[in-house]
Structure formats: structure tokens, C-alpha cells
Nanobody, 127 residues
Framework: QVQLVESGGGSVQAGGSLRVSCRISGYSYSSCSMGWFRQVLGREREGVAVIERDGSTHYADSVKGRFTISRDNAQNTLYLQMDSLKPTDTAMYYC?????????????????????WGQGTQVTVSS
């Protein structure tokens, strides 16, 4: 069974940096992509960044130039480096694996494409 466990969240002042990690286990197929999403209480979950199986990356406009997604295949770990953090980045951050493994077209950050989710890690940015 696929398990995703996030870590590395915390509190930081605006302008600071954090790196969140996602350890993946029980994963044995080559999905279209993996990604990071975030959610604020009372609002819909939104895509932040995804990395395709060929290594291509895609970012939400709100984080372009500040966040970097990467993965370590040997360690089965997905990362999100977050720099120049803003109070508006405050949210619960989730890692996820795309359920698809054949046809990979469409919106890379579309939440319904992702069928495997971690429990989340809280990131709080104070002004």
C-alpha cells in the first residue's frame, strides 16, 4: 500500500526559507507525476508544484521563482524548497502522487488527478 509521510513544516518569518520532505513507500509504478499541494482551512486545496516522471517541473504562478520541487529517487523522497516565504504561503502542505500512468496530459496541477496523499505538514509564515 502506498504511503506518503510529510515532514519539515514549521513556523518562519516572512522572507525566510523552509524545506518540506515527503517520504514515499509502497510505490511500485511509474505515475505521470508527483506534486505538492496546499490548503487553508475553509478553502479548496490548490496545486503548488509538480514534477513529471521525466523530471519536468511546473509551478503555480503564485510560487514561481520562489519554490523548487525536486525528488531523490534513491531515497524515495520528494522535496519542496520554499524561499522568500510570504504570509500568504501559510497553509497545510500535502504531497501527492498522480493516479495516472499512461495518458499524462491536461492540467498538471489539477487536484483530481492525484489519488495518493500524505497527511500534511503545517507551514506558518508570520509578517
Amino acid at each position: 500500500q502506498v504511503q506518503l509521510v510529510e515532514s519539515g513544516g514549521g513556523s518562519v518569518q516572512a522572507g525566510g526559507s523552509l524545506r518540506v520532505s515527503c517520504r514515499i513507500s509502497g510505490y511500485s509504478y511509474s505515475s505521470c507525476s508527483m506534486g505538492w499541494f496546499r490548503q487553508v482551512l475553509g478553502r479548496e486545496r490548490e496545486g503548488v508544484a509538480v514534477i513529471e516522471r521525466d523530471g519536468s517541473t511546473h509551478y503555480a504562478d503564485s510560487v514561481k521563482g520562489r519554490f523548487t520541487i525536486s525528488r531523490d529517487n534513491a531515497q524515495n523522497t520528494l522535496y519542496l524548497q520554499m524561499d522568500s516565504l510570504k504570509p500568504t504561503d501559510t497553509a497545510m502542505y500535502y504531497c501527492a502522487i498522480d493516479s495516472r500512468d499512461i495518458y499524462c496530459g491536461g492540467d498538471y496541477l489539477w487536484v483530481p488527478h492525484f489519488g495518493y496523499w500524505g497527511q500534511g505538514t503545517q507551514v506558518t509564515v508570520s509578517s
